[in-house]
């Protein structure tokens, strides 16, 4: 309020005022982790693409268990209860499908590119 005053009388006054110093601006953020939310027995994104060297977070958001399971037996996650979360850094390009062991129609898929 009070810097507000001084610009404000300064500027009545005809006076030119200094421009006020600015808050600091916070960095950019960086890229968010890819993730894949599981909710009512579904995974979101079904399909992610990402690029090597990325690691994707699974976050269980459903009352009940679920597992992450790739078909190639890849990478396959403990029972994930509501709030647990499973990571996986993918290290080739490609196209991986993964699954619920639990609930088998739940599918999805990591696409990889180099």
Known sequence: MFRYSIVLLA???GVVAAPVASRPVAP???TA???VHISNFTFGPQA?????GQTVTWVNDD???HTVMS?????KSKVLDTGDTFS???TKAGAYPYFCSLHPHMTGKVLVSA
């Open 11 to 13: 500027a009545l006054a």
């Open 28 to 30: 950019q953020a960086a």
């Open 33 to 35: 982790a890819p993730m």
């Open 48 to 52: 992610l693409k990402v690029k090597v």
């Open 63 to 65: 009352d009940i268990p």
């Open 71 to 75: 078909g190639s037996k890849l990478f």
């Open 88 to 90: 996986f850094t993918f």
